[in-house]
């Protein structure tokens, strides 16, 4: 082995016995009591349920990621990714083929090797606790149409990414970085219009009680709403949610139809305040352009992966090529996307602790309270994660200290 290898080999390793740590801690934190504000959210048996529904993913997960490390390590010391490498330059001598046949096959192998994980997750474990309404038919339908727009959209656009690469070379990354940004304003725009419908059905928000609240609070707020769309996401899972998309003049806001079901208006109100609140404060615009900018060091650090010959020869080719360097990248800029993600988490926490603040200032604390200890209860979510396990993960701050800022706000 190579010096090249070893790093690769050891950034792995370091990964994910890292995470393994982190979980473990976060498994610990199950010890401790319901905290003090929490204590009418579970009853014990609840608590032991929502306990038991945390450790029963935790197991899976495990086995899964166990298994994807040794994976990955048998490829990475056999020159396993070389092999695949191999096997496409012998169907063709075609660089954009040949990226797509290497591509394809690893994903080819990846989702034989993931279904199993993910069909039990699914049908055992979230139909267990009382989550899943996915039927089989429902499954594979989902699978067929994924597999469709991965082949389209994903092969369009690492095509596109090989063809700027082998015309562009030292400036691969500029107009690389250019056609991905533009992707990702496209669908920051319309992924609810375009994306959405392919997997859910939409319908408008019905004229009622509930409607008339809401517009009464948009105006009031100076935030006029006009798609408001209510998404049938009772057919895969009893979970609920809700969420803000889009730009300019295609700002939505998409409601779960289980959340109508188990919240008051109030409640409901409650939670468009806060999704109200991250666009008047500007954080979806804010993280967009953050992103943009991530990703534009990330194609500045790629162009110079991909023009080394040490990657290749650490891989097991003979030279440099699009998507063996985009191995070899994935695995060496993990370290800064980690530590990118855990300021973008930090960022994310403090822009949620606005957005419940903006709610709570405009509308009230308490039906954001009642709606966040509802959603906590209905998806058995952990009341007690661990520091660090919330440092480094999470994107929302914990209930409690959500519920603490709200209180304090309050006063």
Wanted: net charge positive.
């Amino acid at each position: 082995m190579n010096t090249l290898l070893i790093i690769l080999i050891s950034f792995v390793l370091i990964e994910f016995i890292f995470e393994k740590i982190l979980d473990t801690l976060n498994d610990k934190n199950w010890s401790k009591p319901i905290p003090p504000e929490l204590a009418d959210i579970y009853t014990t048996e609840e608590y032991e349920k929502s306990k038991a529904y945390s450790l029963a993913k935790k197991k899976i997960a495990i086995i899964s990621e166990s298994l994807s490390l040794l994976i990955i390590l048998f490829l990475l010391a056999f020159k396993g990714f070389a092999f695949i490498d191999t096997i496409a330059s012998n169907i063709s001598s075609n660089p954009i083929a040949i990226g797509l046949i290497f591509f394809g096959i690893l994903y080819f192998c990846s989702e034989i090797f993931g279904i199993p994980f993910d069909f039990y997750n699914t049908f055992v474990i979230e139909e267990k606790f009382g989550f899943n309404k996915m039927t089989y038919k429902t499954y594979i339908i989902d699978k067929l149409k994924s597999y469709a727009l991965t082949i389209i959209f994903g092969g369009g656009i690492i095509s596109l990414l090989i063809l700027i690469y082998s015309q562009l070379g030292d400036f691969f990354w500029i107009l690389g970085w250019i056609l991905m940004a533009s992707i990702s304003i496209f669908v920051a725009m319309f992924y609810t219009s375009l994306i959405v419908p392919l997997f859910n059905k939409l319908k408008p928000l019905d004229e009622g009680n509930l409607k008339h609240q809401i517009n009464q609070f948009s105006e009031k707020v100076g935030f006029p709403l006009t798609n408001i769309f209510i998404i049938d996401g009772s057919k895969r899972s009893t979970k609920a949610n809700a969420y803000f998309s889009g730009l300019g003049s295609k700002k939505t806001i998409v409601l779960y139809d289980t959340l109508l079901n188990d919240h008051s208006n109030d409640e409901l109100v409650g939670i468009l305040a806060h999704e109200i609140g991250h666009y008047k404060l500007k954080h979806i615009q804010k993280s967009l352009i953050i992103g943009l900018i991530q990703m534009g060091i990330l194609f500045f650090l790629l162009g110079e992966i991909l023009k080394s010959e040490s990657i290749a020869t650490a891989l097991g080719t003979n030279s440099p090529s699009f998507h063996i360097g985009i191995i070899a990248f994935s695995i060496l800029y993990s370290p800064i996307s980690n530590i990118l993600g855990i300021l973008m988490n930090m960022l994310s926490r403090k822009n949620e602790f606005e957005a419940d603040n903006f709610a709570k200032e405009n509308f009230g604390a308490d039906p954001l309270i009642k709606a966040l200890k509802k959603l906590s209860k209905n998806n058995l979510s952990n009341l007690n994660p661990h520091p660090a396990y919330v440092f480094v993960h999470f994107s929302h701050p914990p209930l409690k200290e959500r519920f603490r800022n709200l209180l304090l706000q309050k006063k």
